[in-house]
């Protein structure tokens, strides 16, 4: 098959996926998204995909480009959405310093999780942010409404299975009256031991509903008692700490975690005899210094467990950062005091974007250096 690609990477996901995925699905059992991922990873930016030639209006040289697949699992798709993604949303957030709040889900319940992917994902959503807001509207805490934009992952920097959200809150909120911006009582905005137990007793509720419902499949060897005692035998973990001083260190700091994916390009290091080594994190600096071998098969198969269902919304917005809270967010501003950022990217062509994002024309001929790359036709797939 002819898969001709625009390659600046010198090792890719693509490239492994390309070698090893037909041999992975034959001995694996794949639901239709992965499959679906792994074909638009393989074949994203290559001659499979529509294309179009270019031509330098100075030099004449030609070029031609291949079109992204836009799946949003593909590592080479998410710079683009995400630059425009946090453009957008800082024109949605409040400005001042923000608290930046995790709440993870315990391994014992990992394989109940992995097989009602998009109800247990939708539960932790909706229970986090109800166990943070009744604490905030709680007058010995914050006592005030406030929002926040929440970001699921379900990976390790190994990319273990790990689902947990990671939730971006403001540092205060709006009195009942709407009169006020509230400001915490103490160092964090509620505490989070009593946050960690709040959190698992919305989950333990809502699980113990669906389970009497029969909506919950149940893992081999899992009963509704043995479920029980896997939510309450561990503490659940619940993490929080101030994520910048003002909306532009919080933007620069959610941008880590916004369309980000398993792992990236730049991560993989060697494909050889059979085996992947890419870097991951070291758990006592932070900094992803060390690395780590897997056989290809562990490594897809890891990969493949943090493909999304489909339609389902890994980013999600709550309370008065929510959409349905527009006229709030505008009493809010007023009463904090500062003027809003209207986005500078909306409805520009993509080459102008491209430019602001990174300080370079990408359309600028790389031969002369003098023209610009004109699209002269498109060209059809195969």
């Known amino acids: ?78 710079f683009m959405r ?39 994902y939708d539960l932790i959503f909706k229970a986090a942010w109800s166990a943070l807001d009744a604490l905030c509207r709680n007058p010995r805490f914050l006592g005030a409404r406030t929002g926040a934009v929440a970001i699921l992952h379900t990976w390790t920097s190994t990319m273990l299975y790990h689902p947990h959200i990671h939730f971006l809150v403001p540092s205060g909120g ?3 009256d709407g009169m006020e911006w509230t400001m915490p009582h103490g160092e964090y905005i509620v505490p989070v031991k009593v946050l960690s137990k709040l959190f ?19 893992p081999e060897g899992m009963d509704k008692k043995l479920l029980l005692q896997a939510i309450y035998d561990k503490e659940w973990v619940v993490f929080t700490k101030e ?6 260190h919080v933007l620069e700091y959610l941008a880590r975690y916004t369309h980000r994916v398993a792992i990236g390009n730049n991560r993989i290091t060697e494909l050889e005899n059979g085996k992947v080594t890419f870097r991951c994190k070291d758990p006592k600096t932070g900094k992803y210094n060390r690395t780590i071998t897997l056989d290809v098969m562990e490594f897809i198969r890891r990969f493949l467990q943090h ?24 009493v809010c501003r007023t009463l904090i005091g500062n003027e809003q950022y209207f986005p500078r990217l909306e409805g520009l062509p993509i080459y102008d974007v491209v430019s602001i994002i990174t300080g370079k024309d990408p359309s600028i001929c790389k031969i002369c250096r003098k023209g610009r790359m004109l699209p002269v036709f498109n060209a059809n797939a195969g």
């Open 1 to 78: 098959m002819d898969n001709t690609e625009n390659r600046p990477q010198s090792l890719e996901l693509s490239e492994i996926l390309r070698k090893y995925a037909a041999s992975f699905i034959e001995s694996h059992d794949i639901c239709a998204n992965q499959l679906k991922a792994i074909n638009d990873i393989v074949n994203c930016r290559t001659s499979n995909m529509n294309g179009h030639l270019k031509r330098c209006d100075h030099c004449g040289h030609y070029e031609q480009s291949y079109n992204s697949c836009r799946n949003r699992h593909c590592n080479k798709c998410q």
């Open 82 to 120: 995400q630059a425009l993604w946090v453009d957008h949303l800082k024109g949605k957030l409040l400005p001042g310093k923000y608290f930046h709040v995790v709440f993870t889900v315990p391994e014992s319940l990992n394989k109940l999780f992995y097989i009602n992917q998009a109800i247990c």
């Open 174 to 176: 709006l009195s009942d």
């Open 200 to 218: 698992r007793a919305k989950c333990a509720d809502q699980l113990k509903r669906l389970i009497d419902k029969r909506q919950l499949r149940m």
């Open 243 to 248: 994520s910048g001083k003002t909306s532009d």
């Open 307 to 330: 493909i999304l269902p489909n339609g389902f919304y890994k980013i999600r917005y709550f309370g008065i950062l929510s959409p349905a809270c527009l006229p709030l967010m505008d």
